[in-house]
């Protein structure tokens, strides 16, 4: 027999109610991704206070074009996380941000005037053409000439992210995430400009070699001997699976958040629910986890804040 749950309780928010108290209304309101939305801010509390738990941050690269990079940048700072599994495009766009500037555009604009403008359009966001593919070759071919003039032949992604880190602002997530020494793994790098410049140095320097099972043996390490492990997952795609896909070795994440705006009725990886994972041993069967349909940039900075309070930080 199901039985109900608790009385579906109205929201009641005044001008002095405080956002905390906000999730906590919705978390009693029955409807509809409200109740995921403060379930999410309950799950990520207790993950990032447990000081026994290796924790997962994952998102794809195209967040880091809009404003929610500083977000991302903040939670690393505040090395809330241990590991980041992220796309090439986080670090094209880190790299761009810190050394150039994007435009606010629009979803309804012409991409043929905007291609004739020489102006790339992600979403409703403007990408200068100089402020992207020139910048990140220069830079990234800078980098990897002076790593290579010090006697470095070999490097992993994890190796690529802190070189790319220690020469970029403190804007940028890559140069926090190098500053409290959190790895951040790129599994597939070569799916960017970055990774080009990678391939493109390595035509001139013949020794020179990427090392990704290098950043395998990383995972393994932290994986194999984690008392807990959880994970917050913006947006789906191979960041998401790659950090499900290694917690499968522990026998799952033991707290898992997830965010997408894709359906599950296609069956793809990022439409996939977190519950979905349990019967791949990717999540435990125990799991404290919760997947919220929304679309990121509008969610986080409300969940953000009221993580603030939460953990008084």
């Known amino acids: 027999m199901i039985e109900a749950g608790n009385p579906v309780k109205d929201i009641e928010i005044s001008a002095s109610t405080s956002i905390e108290k906000i999730f906590s209304e919705m978390a009693q309101s029955g409807g509809f991704e409200s109740t995921n939305l403060?379930?999410?801010?309950?799950?990520?509390?207790?993950?990032?206070?447990n000081k026994k738990c290796l924790?997962?941050?994952?998102?794809?690269?195209?967040?880091?074009?809009?404003?929610?990079?500083?977000?991302?940048?903040d939670m690393i700072k505040r090395k809330w996380f241990d590991v980041v599994i992220?796309?090439?495009?986080?670090?094209?766009?880190?790299?761009?941000?810190?050394?150039?500037?994007?435009?606010?555009?629009?979803?309804?604009?012409?991409?043929?005037?905007?291609?004739e403008q020489k102006i790339h359009r992600l979403g409703n966001i403007l990408v200068p053409m100089d402020s992207y593919g020139p910048i990140i070759e220069e830079k990234m071919q800078s980098f990897l000439e002076e790593e290579y003039q010090s006697g470095i032949r070999e490097?992993?992604?994890?190796?690529?992210?802190?070189?790319?880190?220690?020469?970029?602002?403190?804007?940028?997530?890559?140069y926090w995430a190098y500053k409290?020494?959190?790895?951040?793994?790129v599994p597939g790098i070569m799916?960017?400009?970055v990774g080009s410049q990678i391939w493109l140095f390595s035509q001139k320097h013949s020794d020179f070699k990427l090392n990704i099972v290098s950043d395998s043996v990383l995972l393994s390490s932290l994986i194999f001997k984690a008392e807990k492990s959880g994970a917050f997952m913006i947006g789906g795609g191979i960041s998401k699976?790659?950090?499900?896909?290694?917690?499968?070795?522990?026998?799952?994440?033991?707290?898992?958040?997830?965010?997408?705006?894709?359906?599950?009725?296609?069956?793809?990886?990022?439409?996939?629910?977190?519950?979905?994972?349990?019967s791949w041993g990717k999540v435990t069967a125990k799991a404290k986890q919760v997947t919220i349909h929304a679309e990121a940039t509008t969610i986080i900075p409300f969940l953000y804040s009221a993580l603030l309070s939460r953990l008084k930080q």
Do not use: P
């Open 55 to 73: 924790k997962f941050l994952s998102f794809v690269g195209a967040v880091i074009s809009t404003g929610l990079r500083g977000i991302i940048k």
């Open 241 to 278: 699976h790659h950090t499900l896909w290694w917690n499968q070795y522990r026998d799952g994440l033991d707290y898992a958040i997830y965010i997408t705006t894709a359906q599950e009725f296609d069956g793809s990886l990022s439409g996939a629910l977190i519950r979905e994972a349990i």
């Open 86 to 115: 992220t796309t090439c495009g986080s670090l094209d766009h880190d790299i761009a941000r810190n050394f150039s500037d994007y435009k606010e555009g629009s979803f309804l604009m012409d991409d043929k005037e905007l291609a």
């Open 38 to 49: 403060s379930r999410g801010l309950e799950i990520l509390t207790e993950m990032i206070s």
């Open 155 to 174: 490097m992993s992604t994890v190796d690529i992210c802190k070189m790319i880190g220690k020469h970029l602002g403190e804007n940028s997530f890559l």
């Open 191 to 193: 799916d960017g400009a």
């Open 180 to 185: 409290n020494n959190i790895s951040v793994i």
